[in-house]
């Protein structure tokens, strides 16, 4: 089904249609971690003895840290046998147990510290962060009225070219808005790597915090605006 023509205005009353865009460089709100914390036993017990013990190690050192880590969130857990084949026969040579955990911290402060007490622990593995801002950040709804004044002002512009002033505003939409697109989006990303762990020597310090240095977000926003305006001088 094919949409209706819009109208084109008339000479008495033109219209004008224009489109707002904005474009901000902001610092991130919170930075993501994903770890796996993994466990090898010779029997599916004692694997899933290690893998819980290790399990709570990390989300104790999480709780730890207060309100710095905002979301703690076990995604998944598997344990799986390793196979053999010896012959006609398959035998079970180990067990393997993984546990997924996110980390979501807001103090990168403490970020650097935490990254590098995770990964000093036995069997765990910590990739990130990727930095990020929170869906309601106020940099979406900034970056949202920079396009609306950036509209109004392109169309000023066209509008004095001829001579004309605006008039009224017919109609303000999101770029997409049919398809229910968002308006504003942020470039997320930052992935600052992975650090596989080393076993952690009994009494020995805690490695020293790793620099990590936030990478900016880039927010979009966009509008198509349609006005009428007063009749062109030619």
Do not use: C
């Not at 219209?15 to 993501?32: F, K, T």
Request: zero cysteines.
């Amino acid at each position: 089904m094919t949409e209706p023509a819009q109208p084109f205005g008339t000479p008495d009353q033109p219209r004008l249609a224009v489109r707002g865009e904005a474009r901000l460089e902001v610092d991130p709100e919170i930075a993501r971690l994903s770890i796996t914390v993994t466990a090898r036993g010779k029997d599916r017990r004692a694997a899933l003895e290690d893998l819980t013990r290790r399990n709570a190690t990390v989300l104790e050192l999480a709780r730890t840290y207060g309100d710095a880590v905002e979301k703690i969130e076990t995604g998944a857990l598997s344990i799986h046998p390793e196979l053999v084949q010896r012959g006609r026969d398959e035998k079970i040579r180990a067990y393997h147990g993984r546990v997924y955990i996110t980390a979501v911290l807001n103090d990168f402060t403490a970020l650097g510290e935490f990254v590098t007490r995770v990964g000093d622990l036995d069997m765990t593995h910590v990739n990130g962060p990727w930095w990020a801002l929170r869906p309601t950040s106020p940099a979406h709804g900034e970056a949202r009225r920079q396009a609306v004044r950036e509209a109004v002002q392109r169309a000023r512009e066209y509008a004095g070219a001829l001579g004309a002033d605006l008039a009224a505003l017919v109609e303000l939409a999101d770029i997409g808005a049919e398809n229910a697109a968002p308006v504003a989006y942020a470039r997320t990303g930052g992935y600052g790597g992975a650090m596989p762990a080393a076993p952690a020597g009994a009494g020995a310090p805690p490695p020293p915090p790793v620099d990590l240095e936030p990478q900016r977000q880039t927010v979009y926003a966009q509008v198509n605006a349609r006005f009428t305006m007063t009749p062109p001088k030619l």
